[in-house]
T-cell receptor, first 113, second 113 residues
């Protein structure tokens, strides 16, 4: 596609449930990033993929968060046993390589009630 | 101390004036620097990237980088009301930190007609 695509745009889930957020990067981009953003703050790094592998997952807050990119294109961010504090906008970005400009998708607004 | 610092603002300038946005960072090994614009309720949009010391101009935007002072700035000439947004500074490290970008919390700019 022309840009980074994220689905769903909005997700409301109950505390304790499992959610999956999907990111479809720009075609040909080998690097993919997940961030999350809370109101009034800048994006907070979660994980960076180069190809199929997670090159840096130092931003994942705890073991409830996991992300995969099995074929080096689409990525899924998985959150287990969601907590109200997980509520945020989850942003995905991709870049041609790990050192070039990154472009963001429109984000998924996650609300845990 | 945050890794990337920006004045939160709000910064208010009249239409047609120059808006100056500033950013400092703590990691001396940082190699790549980006400015993103974020409208309320939208995702960040890349407007400038800069990799070496000096100035880089693109239309009404000029990015300035001083690695010795660990300082990067964005100048917006002939500011328009449509420039009203939050501007995010992002810094990417080198070597083992390549890929991961650290964001400031943004400066909110208001351009008054």
């Amino acid at each position: 596609g022309a840009g980074v695509s994220q689905t769903p745009s909005n997700k409301v889930t109950e505390k304790g449930k499992y959610v999956e957020l999907r990111c479809d990067p720009i075609s040909g981009h080998t690097a993919l990033y997940w961030y999350r953003q809370s109101l009034g703050q800048g994006p907070e790094f979660l994980i960076y993929f180069q190809g199929t592998g997670a090159a840096d997952d130092s931003g994942l807050p705890n073991d409830r968060f996991f992300a995969v990119r099995p074929e080096g294109s689409v990525s899924t961010l998985k959150i287990q046993r969601t907590e109200r504090g997980d509520s945020a906008v989850y942003l995905c970005a991709s870049s041609e390589h790990g050192v070039t400009e990154a472009f963001f998708g429109q984000g998924t607004r996650l609300t845990v009630v | 101390q945050k890794e990337v610092e920006q004045n939160s603002g709000p910064l208010s300038v009249p239409e047609g004036a120059i808006a100056s946005l500033n950013c400092t960072y703590s990691d001396r090994g940082s190699q790549s620097f980006f400015w993103y614009r974020q409208y309320s309720g939208k995702s960040p949009e890349l407007i400038m990237s800069i990799y070496s010391n000096g100035d880089k101009e693109d239309g009404r935007f000029t990015a300035q980088l001083n690695k010795a002072s660990q300082y990067v700035s964005l100048l917006i000439r002939d500011s328009q009301p449509s420039d009203s947004a939050t501007y995010l500074c992002a810094v990417r490290g080198g070597d083992t930190n390549a890929g991961k970008s650290t964001f400031g919390d943004g400066t909110t700019l208001t351009v008054k007609p």
